[in-house]
Nanobody
């Protein structure tokens, strides 16, 4: 059983930065994949970034690579998402998720393999 709690969302002007955090409790294995997804109002949940808990692999949505950076603090069992040069189109609820199944890089960007989700943190970017 894994519990996830996101924090760090808020209101920011376009061009600004935010750092989201996800505190995990429970057992995480090195092969587990931890990801950030986002969901804007009226849209489907969208993959943002992911990493394997052992830090060996990172994955990004092509459209966000270069502006967003995912990282982890294994000692604090937390995952972070640094978001720079934010745009109004980044406005969404951001969710942290964990996939505890056998890792498969082909499925990392899909929401269905993830079996644990946080409650989300809202990010609003004003123009």
């Amino acid at each position: 059983q894994v519990q996830l709690v996101e924090s760090g969302g808020g209101l920011v002007q376009a061009g600004g930065s935010l750092r989201l955090s996800c505190a995990a409790s429970g057992r995480l294995l090195g092969s587990n994949v931890v990801a950030w997804f986002r969901q804007a109002l009226g849209k489907e949940r969208e993959f943002v970034a992911a990493l394997t808990w052992n830090g060996d692999n990172t994955y990004y949505a092509d459209s966000l690579k270069g502006r967003f950076t995912i990282s982890r603090d294994s000692a604090k069992k937390s995952i972070h998402l640094q978001m720079n040069t934010l745009r109004p189109s980044d406005t969404a609820v951001y969710y942290c998720a964990v996939d505890t199944s056998t890792p498969d890089s082909r499925r990392v960007r899909l929401p269905f393999p993830y079996d644990y989700w946080g409650q989300g943190t809202r990010v609003t970017v004003s123009s």
